[in-house]
């Protein structure tokens, strides 16, 4: 799986987590803990309601990817709006 970081391609198997407005925090304050779904280890804090999470990389001019550090998994965070 190829992800573009700044205009350059690196091969990285990514799992894509789509992240969009949370409706109930309109104002995005809330910082969430997102748990890695393979070994539920706390990855990332993250705003806004998660629309979807796939395997796979969604194209991104700025992606955000952490690694989880239990099992390696990386995910790729992609606001939309
Ligand atoms: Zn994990």
């Given at each position: 799986m190829i992800v573009y970081i700044s205009g350059v391609a690196h091969n990285e198997e990514v799992i894509s987590?789509?992240?969009?407005?949370d409706i109930s925090d309109p104002k995005g304050m809330k910082l969430k803990m997102f748990f890695c779904p393979n070994c539920k280890f706390g990855v990332i804090q993250y705003k806004g309601a998660i629309a979807s999470i796939m395997p796979g990389a969604i194209p991104h001019d700025l992606p955000l990817i952490a690694r989880c550090a239990s099992c390696k998994t990386k995910y790729l965070f992609v606001t939309i709006l």
């Amino acid at each position: 799986m190829i992800v573009y970081i700044s205009g350059v391609a690196h091969n990285e198997e990514v799992i894509s987590v789509t992240l969009w407005k949370d409706i109930s925090d309109p104002k995005g304050m809330k910082l969430k803990m997102f748990f890695c779904p393979n070994c539920k280890f706390g990855v990332i804090q993250y705003k806004g309601a998660i629309a979807s999470i796939m395997p796979g990389a969604i194209p991104h001019d700025l992606p955000l990817i952490a690694r989880c550090a239990s099992c390696k998994t990386k995910y790729l965070f992609v606001t939309i709006l």
